[in-house]
């Protein structure tokens, strides 16, 4: 059955400690100077009063030293986390190049701790001050994010301001992410604090043995679903997710930029340690060494589920093309996709691409009119439609118009960009507050593929699976490859009881089980992984030679990811169309 916790355990020797007075019992007496850095979700207030409790109740005396008070002021913040022209762009920005250390002035200097004393630095960038252990303490970015949507949360260096979702997509996380990922080959200790009556506590020779081990034999990471207005219900009601949530419209399967992968053997003593951390610590294990040549530390192929089942269709949008998206938004490639349509039929469709007739200024006035004067226009007139074929692939190149229509299960295999929905229309339909979605269309009409129209647009993007090898009850079919597109999906097919040999080759692949009961991994170097249906599995670029055996009575459908060779000089990953 589909796991919602898939857990791995520590390295052998790590040091897992639940609880503030056992977390409190890792500090060495005093004299110590402890920075507990972190993201600004965290509430370190209570982070604070907890840990000096602790350590005040065994007689030791703390000073707290919270780095929060000593920000730059709140206009310079800003000044220096914006890009010229972001702030007439309501809608995204370019990701801020500042670093956590251009968020201060001058930073403060502590007097040093007495002969007894713990001095207690925290708060977001802590680590920038002389200390002598160095802790993370953490909140996943689904808590911020839904922190901030509610009113609740702050910006980065913003404390106590009402935050915005934009600022923190664009400015805060790559802040964050770059100050954090610098720090995690010298913490002391990693502090997950989602439950923050008994935070979770692992050491930081322990952490990095576990991520050494993960980055080389199969792993997934924790999935989770968001809400939206569009957002089905097949995930609660297949999967078990959240009964109680309003839908589970988009499934955060593979999103490196935010997944977390859970340590510990139970969820009462856990830690949520970014996947990002592995492509920073082991890429070329991870990724392979020409990947991470290409792509740094980036982990480059995402997978999510688009769950509209008793929901709506999605707006018809596009992506910004590789030009735009790098001088633009910041990024080095762009926000190619497809579409793997895991449940569908007839009466299901699949918006994709311009038909051959469509009339680019009426388009243009169509989406105005619908954005200013509320007009319900048809995206088919201009769109060209699809029978949501259940099995079948669309790839959607950066710039091309598309949209899941209702009734639908996609699985997302895309590139990992996943913030930049350049939206044409949006069918009038409100948010949950009320209030009409953002529709940036001028983002989009900037990025519009229109070389690309009616039979082109089949022939190029609804391609037919082509078989590449076959043995013994089993079958890989290449479902789709672009020039332009950096990675291409494939599928394995196996019957029931067959077996089936594969190898990265210096690549990492990525699994999901699409049809049948699931697969069982198992490795050269011995690992052991059950994928089950609807579950997906990073392979390491370093695992090497593996094996599926189907599992179950009826025939297995797994899809496979993998980054294409370097395209040709002058292209870039993902070239630019």
Same mark, same amino acid.
């Given at each position: 059955?589909?796991?919602?916790?898939?857990?791995?355990?520590?390295?052998?020797?790590?040091?897992?400690?639940?609880?503030? %007075?056992?977390?409190?019992? %890792?500090?060495?007496?005093?004299p110590v100077t402890v920075a507990v850095d972190g993201p600004p979700t965290v509430d370190w207030a209570r982070l604070a009063t907890r840990l000096t409790g602790e350590l005040t109740a065994r007689g030791t005396p703390v000073r707290t030293l919270d780095l929060r008070a000593h920000h730059a002021p709140p206009a310079e913040v800003r000044r220096r986390t914006t890009a010229a022209g972001d702030a007439d762009d309501p809608y995204f920005a370019r990701l801020a190049e500042a670093s956590?250390?251009?968020?201060?002035?001058?930073?403060?200097?502590?007097?040093?701790?007495?002969?007894?004393?713990?001095?207690?630095?925290?708060?977001?960038?802590?680590?920038?001050?002389?200390?002598?252990?160095?802790?993370?303490?953490? =909140?996943?970015?689904?808590?911020?994010?839904?922190?901030?949507?509610?009113?609740?949360?702050?910006?980065?260096? =913003?404390?106590?301001?009402?935050?915005?979702?934009?600022?923190?997509?664009?400015?805060?996380?790559?802040?964050?992410? /770059?100050?954090?990922?610098?720090?995690?080959?010298?913490?002391?200790?990693?502090?997950?604090?989602?439950?923050?009556? /008994?935070?979770?506590?692992?050491?930081?020779?322990?952490?990095?043995?576990?991520?050494?081990?993960?980055?080389?034999?199969?792993?997934?990471?924790?999935?989770?679903?968001?809400?939206?207005?569009?957002?089905?219900?097949?995930?609660?009601?297949?999967?078990?997710?959240?009964?109680?949530?309003?839908?589970?419209?988009?499934?955060?399967?593979? !999103?490196?930029?935010?997944?977390?992968?859970?340590?510990?053997?139970?969820?009462?003593?856990?830690?949520?340690?970014?996947? %990002?951390?592995?492509?920073?610590?082991?890429?070329?294990?991870?990724?392979?060494?020409?990947?991470?040549?290409?792509?740094?530390?980036?982990?480059? !192929?995402?997978?999510?589920?688009?769950?509209?089942?008793?929901?709506?269709?999605?707006?018809?949008?596009?992506?910004?093309?590789?030009?735009?998206?790098?001088?633009?938004?910041?990024?080095?490639?762009?926000?190619?996709?497809?579409?793997?349509?895991?449940?569908?039929?007839?009466?299901?469709?699949?918006?994709?691409?311009?038909?051959?007739?469509?009339?680019?200024?009426?388009?243009?006035?169509? !989406?105005?009119?619908?954005?200013?004067?509320?007009?319900?226009?048809?995206?088919?007139?201009?769109?060209?439609?699809?029978?949501?074929?259940?099995?079948?692939?669309?790839?959607?190149?950066?710039?091309?118009?598309?949209?899941?229509?209702?009734?639908?299960?996609?699985?997302?295999?895309?590139?990992?960009?996943?913030?930049?929905?350049?939206?044409?229309?949006?069918?009038?339909?409100?948010?949950?507050?009320?209030?009409?979605?953002?529709?940036?269309?001028?983002?989009?009409?900037?990025?519009?593929?229109?070389?690309?129209?009616?039979?082109?647009?089949?022939?190029?993007?609804? %391609?037919?699976?082509?078989? =590449?090898?076959?043995?013994?009850?089993?079958?890989?079919? =290449?479902?789709?490859?672009?020039?332009?597109?950096?990675?291409?999906?494939?599928?394995?097919?196996?019957?029931?009881?067959?077996?089936?040999?594969?190898?990265?080759?210096?690549?990492?692949?990525?699994?999901?089980?699409?049809?049948?009961?699931?697969?069982?991994?198992?490795?050269?170097?011995?690992?052991?992984?059950?994928?089950?249906?609807?579950?997906?599995?990073?392979?390491?670029?370093?695992?090497?030679?593996?094996?599926?055996?189907?599992?179950?009575?009826?025939?297995?459908?797994?899809?496979?990811?993998?980054?294409?060779?370097?395209?040709?000089?002058?292209?870039?990953?993902?070239?630019?169309?």
């Open positions: 059955m589909y796991r919602l916790d898939p857990r791995y355990a520590p390295a052998p020797g790590a040091v897992l400690a639940t609880g503030w %007075q056992a977390v409190a019992a %890792q500090l060495p007496p005093g956590l250390r251009d968020l201060f002035d001058e930073l403060p200097r502590p007097a040093p701790p007495t002969s007894a004393e713990v001095l207690l630095v925290h708060g977001p960038g802590a680590a920038l001050l002389p200390h002598d252990l160095l802790w993370y303490a953490d =909140l996943p970015k689904r808590h911020a994010e839904a922190a901030v949507a509610s009113g609740a949360g702050d910006n980065l260096g =913003l404390p106590g301001e009402r935050a915005d979702l934009r600022r923190l997509f664009y400015a805060d996380w790559p802040v964050l992410d /770059r100050h954090r990922d610098a720090l995690a080959a010298r913490l002391d200790a990693w502090l997950d604090v989602q439950d923050y009556d /008994r935070p979770t506590y692992l050491d930081g020779a322990g952490l990095r043995a576990t991520l050494a081990g993960l980055a080389r034999r199969p792993l997934r990471t924790r999935p989770y679903f968001n809400s939206t207005p569009w957002g089905g219900h097949w995930a609660q009601r297949r999967l078990g997710f959240d009964p109680a949530a309003r839908n589970t419209a988009l499934g955060y399967e593979l !999103i490196a930029p935010e997944a977390g992968v859970l340590i510990g053997p139970h969820p009462g003593q856990q830690v949520e340690i970014p996947f %990002q951390l592995l492509c920073v610590l082991h890429p070329d294990a991870l990724l392979g060494p020409e990947v991470a040549a290409r792509f740094g530390t980036s982990f480059p !192929i995402r997978f999510d589920y688009l769950d509209t089942v008793g929901g709506g269709n999605l707006s018809v949008h596009c992506h910004p093309k590789a030009r735009y998206m790098k001088e633009r938004f910041g990024w080095s490639y762009t926000q190619h996709e497809t579409y793997y349509l895991t449940l569908g039929g007839p009466a299901s469709r699949v918006f994709l691409g311009l038909r051959e007739d469509a009339d680019l200024d009426l388009f243009r006035k169509e !989406i105005e009119e619908a954005a200013h004067d509320g007009v319900p226009m048809d995206p088919a007139d201009h769109v060209l439609t699809f029978p949501a074929e259940q099995g079948r692939l669309f790839m959607i190149p950066a710039g091309t118009p598309h949209a899941s229509g209702a009734g639908n299960v996609v699985l997302e295999i895309s590139a990992t960009p996943y913030l930049y929905s350049l939206r044409f229309y949006d069918w009038l339909r409100p948010d949950a507050d009320g209030r009409s979605r953002p529709l940036p269309y001028e983002h989009g009409l900037a990025n519009l593929e229109t070389g690309r129209r009616g039979d082109a647009v089949a022939r190029d993007l609804v %391609q037919e699976p082509r078989t =590449l090898r076959t043995g013994e009850g089993w079958r890989e079919e =290449l479902l789709g490859a672009l020039d332009e597109m950096f990675y291409e999906v494939r599928r394995h097919t196996l019957d029931a009881g067959a077996v089936l040999d594969d190898a990265t080759r210096g690549r990492f692949h990525v699994l999901n089980v699409v049809e049948g009961e699931g697969v069982l991994v198992h490795t050269e170097a011995g690992e052991r992984h059950v994928l089950s249906r609807a579950e997906t599995l990073t392979v390491p670029a370093a695992v090497g030679p593996y094996r599926l055996a189907a599992v179950g009575e009826t025939p297995v459908r797994v899809v496979k990811a993998l980054v294409r060779p370097e395209p040709p000089a002058g292209t870039g990953p993902g070239g630019d169309r």
